[in-house]
Structures are given as structure tokens and as C-alpha cells.
């Protein structure tokens, strides 16, 4: 099947000698960090799904209920909500906000969905395997949006461009979609975003692609042991006991623990500078003050403010390029779709 393009690019800019930076990307490489592949064939091996696979059907329909907020029980969310596509996947917020405007009960802050397929696991206790299985929680969360599988399907299936573009999608005339269908699309498509950096051109082998600041940033990410956890290609994405060396100061922020090991999902460090706030209950708006609470929790380390500095510098190479999402034009509603209900 013919499947979407996604582009690639990054911006060079000057560095420091070419031996040394050669000898920090083997480095890098032999740490764990690993780029964004250049090459579509080996980057569709790192984000395909065997049981779902990506097709430009799949990703074009799969946007649309991204986009659409008749999913939801208001008719007024949607999973670009709080996945935002505009402001860094994110919604900006400390708490996740949903349904009659209620903040998520423990206080857990909406993680970016951009790289999201590099992750491991899904959710910050990180119940769910993949993209496809996470997209069915929000629909259904109370404080989300609030919907259930009947309202969901009742309303793709009640406009007939939806169901004539899942019946093109999986090549079944006679397809009726089901809750798992739209789920799966939209994990197709949430599938396609990623941010290729600097960063992934430097790893592929480019020096010049990091300022000095930037590979001194990256040498002390590195040296101090911050690979220990947001390592491979999503910098983060495994689930890592948290806090394991000193206490995290802003645990009193709702009531969260981790899974039942008190394990909970490490956050991708790509686009970070775009993502606050930080931690798994938004606690932390500066980047700074993140950088040093997770070498004092993390870590067992003080680092320095010129240390931070670097480290936040080489932050900024972790900016990728965002795929270019133009806004979709949904289809009418009909007689037969669910009006909304904002109780």
C-alpha cells in the first residue's frame, strides 16, 4: 500500500572540531541515544504497527477524528484538546482539562504526542502498549471527554462520509466502524508525528550540526547520567522508579505514585523546550529548575548553574521539525448523530 511521505530536514550551524565531535557521537551512540532515521523504509520499521498498518487512508481519516470533538460527550473536545499540534502536542496546563471543564483528578499533566511512538509504553503509569490502545482511554475518561463506545461509534456511523472512508481505509464495503476502528486510526496517524532535530543529523554523522554549547550540553547529559533513563531514540519513553535519590519537591501536587512497582513512564526530552510544564504533575514551569531537580532526585548530584546552562542549551538541538497537519474540514453532522450533552 502506498503509505504517507514524512519530511526530514535539520539546520546546520557551526561547531567545534571535527575530531572531537566525532568522538562525542560515538559517545552518544554508545550510551543508548539513537536518532530519528533519515531513511523512510528504517523509520517506518521503528513506527509501523504489523496489527495496524500505516496507510495514507488510515492517516487522513485517522486526522479528521483526531481533529473532531463530536467524539466527546459535549461535542466540544477533541484529542487535539490537550494533545495540541500547534503548541508542541501539548495543552499548556499543569493538569489535563476536560469534560465541564474538570481538571484530571490527580493532578497528571498532558504528555506531548509528538514521538510518542518512540515510547515503550503509554500513559504516565504506562498501561497501555501503543498508540492505538491509549487513543481509547481519553474518549472514555470522565474527566476527559467523557464519551462512551456507543456514543462514539454511534457518531461515525451516523455520517456517511466517515463510514465510506473506513470502508476505503480497510478495502471493506461492508464495514460498519467499531470503537476499536476509530481508536486505531487515530493511532495511525498520531504514528506519523515525529520531529526529526540537529540533534538526529549530529548523530547520523554531521558535526557541525551542534553549537559548541550545545555538544558541551550533550557531553555532560552524558557524563552525569542523564542517558540512564532518556536514552534511545525517544529520549525517554521506559518506565523508571521516580523519585530514586532524593525527594521530589512538588510530590505533594496531586496524589499520583506511579504503576503498582511506583514506576511511571519517563518523559520524552525531544521538543522539552516546547512542552512545560514539566513532570508528570505539571509542578515545574522552568526548565532550569527541572534540570536541577532531576539531578538532585534522580541523580544524587548538584549541578551548577553553568552545567544547567549547557544542558539547556543542548535542549534546544532536541527541537525537531514538525510534519506539516493541515487542519482538516470535517463532514456535516446528520439527523442521526448524537447531539451534544455538556452535563
Known sequence: MKKITLAVSAVAVLGIGASAADALIAKAKQAGLKPIPEEKTALYKLIDNPKNPITDEKVELGKKLYFDPRLSKSGLISCNTCHNLATGGVDGVDAATGHMWRHNPHHLNSPTVYNAVFASRQFWDGRSPDLEDQAQG????????????????????????????????????????????????????????????????????????????????????????????????????????????????YANVGDFKGDKNGLVKVPTLRNILETRPYFHNGAVWNIEEAIKIMGETQLGIKLTDGEVKKIKAFFGALTGKKPYVRYPALPASMEKTPKPDLN
Do not use: W
Not at 498520531?190 to 559548541?212: M, Q
Not at 550533550?218 to 532518556?230: E, N, T, Y
Open 138 to 249: 481519553p474518549m472514555q475518561a470522565q474527566p476527559e471527554m467523557a464519551a462512551t463506545k456507543q456514543h462514539v461509534t454511534d457518531v461515525v456511523n451516523s455520517i456517511p462520509e466517515y463510514v465510506k472512508a473506513f470502508k476505503r481505509a480497510y478495502h471493506n464495503p461492508k464495514m460498519k466502524p467499531t470503537f476499536k476502528d476509530v481508536a486505531d486510526v487515530v493511532g495511525a496517524f498520531e504514528r506519523t508525528l515525529v520531529t526529526p532535530s540537529r540533534y538526529d543529523k549530529y548523530l547520523e554523522g554531521c558535526p557541525k550540526a551542534l553549537s559548541k554549547e550545545e555538544k558541551e550540553g550533550l557531553k555532560i547529559f552524558i557524563d552525569k547520567g542523564c542517558v540512564s533513563c532518556h536514552n534511545g531514540v525517544a529520549l525517554g519513553g521506559t518506565m523508571q522508579p521516580f523519585p530514586v535519590a532524593g525527594k521530589y519537591k
